[in-house]
């Protein structure tokens, strides 16, 4: 079994910073893509950034130029450096993570971290 653990999330100020961090533990061999997805509430899960085990990145356009995801292959670890927080970034955010090995190739999440901005 496999388990994404993130932290970080919590409550800031408009304008503000916040790093998360997921860190994926237990029975991983190779893991080829992490990432984040957050949830609003009434909103649909929807694709924050995604770093591959090379090191490309993708980003949701509403975060391109505010947040920059990295990794760490190493440690199975992605990170989530968050600038110039909005209110409307406010959402409960979960990593994600494919692991490849050992097979069956599978994607797992992480429970969540709440991230709330206030204006």
């Known amino acids: 079994q496999v388990q994404l653990v993130e932290s970080g999330g919590g409550l800031v100020q408009a304008g503000g910073s916040l790093r998360l961090s997921c860190a994926a533990s237990?029975?991983?061999?190779?893991?080829?893509?992490m990432g984040w997805y957050r949830q609003a509430p009434g909103k649909q899960r929807e694709l924050v950034a995604i770093i591959t085990r090379g090191g490309t990145t993708n980003y949701a356009d509403a975060v391109k130029g505010r947040f920059t995801i990295s990794g760490d292959n190493a440690k199975n670890t992605v990170y989530l450096q968050m600038n110039s927080l909005k209110p409307e970034d406010t959402a409960v955010y979960y990593c994600?993570?494919?692991?490849?090995?050992?097979?069956?190739?599978?994607?797992?999440w992480g429970q969540g971290t709440q991230v709330t901005v206030s204006s």
């Open positions: 237990g029975r991983v061999l190779s893991i080829n893509r």
């Open positions: 994600y993570g494919r692991v490849v090995l050992p097979l069956p190739q599978t994607d797992y």
